[in-house]
């Protein structure tokens, strides 16, 4: 089946990425819009059946096209056009493309057959994403990034690794009751954005370019959702790791000032209903979680599209700073507030037909406790991304807003080819349910259904009108659990080589000059220790080099 | 934050608001009786139930939030803030 490898939806994206590199303007306009098409048709066309190929003694299935591939491949497709437009006046030749890269990677992960072609995808992914963020010049931002993704990496690597004898390369369905199991689910869920190493999305999306956070909202979560529902379907795991993951992103979506830290873990709380549903596991279940990743790729795209669009017009997207501008950018208002809407499963958006699968699916599965507090979560999720959002940035009154520069129309375009995407499967819900037929029984547009979620929206809707004072942004940052990698290390070693300085000096007996060299020797290595957060080239080739040690090490255990 | 804090402001315009919303909110309910429910866990299928879950669910989200806030939010340094928006 050579035909299904040549025609896989990652060639058009790979080659762009390439073409892009290497042409400018207008030629390097179409090239970037033309190679997401391409790989758009390739979804759809590349034939069933799985390519083969033979390496170092494996037998490898690059692609293997199924329903689930089809979708999201379509959902990442859609993403890279949109985003492609939105980002035609990006002069950056290196975040366009990178994009395409990440791009081609997002494709590779889901139309992978083999754990050995996913995991060389799901880096290549790390690489293109990573790049994107240091495109905009985010060096530091990109290495905390990269690092942690390197981490992911190693443990799906050590977990592939580990997990070939008891069934090769094959993709298949896994349980969490092994060492090898575990590393691939915990290697997953670093992509997913899981507890207690969430944080990184919110400390790395937003620090991407106004252009380059809308591909980073799409790609690397989903496909981690992806490959979840391909290798753990049904693992009971991941219902509570998915319901802290949703109370955690809404908790803080609802105090963060930033618009794109706000949306960052907007994204957590979101894909937490997806890895609920992937550890529901029927049919449904897992359909509504495809449908959900789906919808989700839409309406955070067109999120992070208006955000992008303020960032770029004003200089910044701080809800503190921000403020009355619906007059002077009105259109971009109405995309926020209709991504927010979307977002909490308002009827007649999209949102409202993959969340009402999902909460179909747990009322079917008579999971009660996870039905209950995602079906709070829909509520409070009005209130930061329907509600909190718009009024701060754009509708609330502001004597002196800040000036809003003119932007390109076509940013304007991709917007409205977002919104109408959300509009036309909120209208019509078959278009959804055509491509995933899991969910094609699901009661969404039913009155019963309609009213209930109208009631919920309006209730937490006087919420946010009568404790609006509580919700002001305020000029700060919210401590994560990255704070206990990025922070304490070296907290803890200044105050221990200050502790040990102390002891040494009241310990050691010595002359005046001993002394005055034990100080500066002493000064020296606090100055060392606190500087950690630095390193040079060479200590991160050195901790690079562990890491593929460790790799060894656990895969020859 | 005081009881007075808590609902700063709520007069003029966004007191008419949150009556309006109330008043909605009531006509919804009140269309509750008249549809056939398909509840899954029986409290979720009586008449009105999303409307004061909604409430609850609202301000158990802002009383998590407000929490969190107080034990984990910091002053942005200047380093921070320029990282951010560079």
């Known amino acids: 089946m050579a035909e299904t490898l040549l025609l896989a939806p990652f060639w058009p994206l790979v080659v762009g990425s390439l073409a892009v590199a290497f042409t400018r303007g207008a030629l390097q306009n179409l090239v970037s819009v033309a190679a997401p098409l391409l790989a758009l048709v390739l ?200 319901l802290v993951m949703a109370v955690y992103g809404m908790v803080y979506a609802l105090i963060e000032n930033d618009i794109r830290r706000v949306l960052s873990y907007s994204i957590v709380g979101q894909v937490g209903f997806m890895v609920v549903a992937v550890g529901i596991g029927t049919p449904l279940a897992l359909g509504a979680a495809t449908a959900h990743a789906f919808v989700h790729i839409l309406y955070k795209s067109l999120l992070m599209m208006a955000a992008g669009t303020v960032l770029r017009a004003t200089g910044t997207a701080r809800l503190t700073a921000l403020g009355g501008l619906a007059r002077s950018m009105p259109l971009v208002t109405a995309a926020m507030i209709l991504g927010g809407l979307a977002l909490a499963a308002l009827p007649l958006t999209a949102g409202f037909v993959s969340k009402s699968a999902i909460m179909q699916a747990l009322a079917e599965d008579k999971a009660a406790t996870a039905w209950f507090l995602l079906t709070a979560v829909s509520a409070g999720s009005l209130l930061y991304a329907g509600l909190r959002l718009p009024w701060f940035a754009m509708l609330r009154p502001k004597v002196d807003p800040v000036a809003a520069a003119p932007v390109p129309v076509t940013m304007f375009a991709a917007m409205a080819l977002v919104g109408a995407a959300i509009l036309a499967i909120g209208f019509v819900p078959s278009l959804l349910t055509s491509l995933v037929p899991a969910i094609a029984d699901v009661a969404v547009l039913t009155p019963d259904h309609i009213l209930f979620q109208i009631m919920l929206l309006v209730a937490a809707a006087i919420c946010f009108v009568m404790l609006l004072a509580i919700l002001a942004p305020r000029a700060a940052i919210t401590l994560d659990a990255d704070w206990l990698w990025r922070v304490a290390p070296a907290m803890i070693g200044h105050r221990a080589s200050a502790a040990w300085r102390a002891a040494r000096l009241a310990l050691i007996p010595a002359s005046d000059a001993a002394r005055q060299e034990n100080r500066l020797l002493a000064r020296a290595w606090v100055r060392m220790t606190s500087d950690a957060g630095n390193w040079r080239t060479g200590d991160i080739a050195l901790a690079a080099t562990a890491l593929l040690g460790i790799v060894l090490l656990i895969a020859a255990l | 934050m005081t009881w007075s804090g808590t609902f700063a402001g709520l007069k003029g315009t966004r007191l008419r608001l949150a009556i309006g919303l109330a008043v909605l909110l009531i006509a919804l309910v009140r269309c509750d009786f008249l549809v056939s429910h398909h509840p899954a866990f029986g409290i979720d299928g009586t008449p009105g139930f999303a409307a004061w879950y909604g409430i609850v669910a609202a301000v158990v989200a802002i009383a998590l939030a407000t929490l969190w806030a107080d034990i984990a939010r910091r002053p942005e340094t200047r380093t921070e803030e320029e990282e951010r928006d560079g």
């Open chain 1, 43 to 242: 979804v759809w066309t590349v034939p069933e059946g799985s390519a083969t190929v033979s390496w170092l003694g494996m037998t490898l299935t690059p692609v293997a096209p199924d329903a689930t591939a089809r979708v999201f491949g379509t959902a990442f497709a859609f993403a890279a056009i949109a985003g492609a437009i939105f980002a035609l006046d990006q002069k950056s030749t290196a975040e366009r493309a990178a994009v395409l890269l990440y791009a081609a990677a997002a494709q590779g992960v889901v139309f992978a057959g083999d754990l050995l072609t996913l995991f060389v995808f799901w880096e290549v992914m790390a690489i293109g994403s990573t790049l994107v963020i240091f495109a905009n010049g985010a060096a530091r931002a990109g290495i905390r990034y990269a690092l942690m993704h390197a981490f992911g990496g190693v443990l799906l690597f050590a977990g592939i690794a580990a997990s070939m004898g008891s069934g090769g390369l094959a993709l298949r369905a896994f349980s969490a009751d092994s060492t090898a199991s575990l590393l691939i689910l915990a290697g997953v869920l670093v992509n997913a954005g899981a507890p207690p190493v969430s944080a990184w999305v919110a400390d790395a999306y937003p620090r991407a370019s106004w252009s380059g956070a809308v591909f980073l909202s799409a790609f690397t979560t989903k496909a981690a959702v992806a490959v979840l529902i391909r290798l753990f379907p049904g693992e009971s795991m991941l219902v509570p790791i998915g």
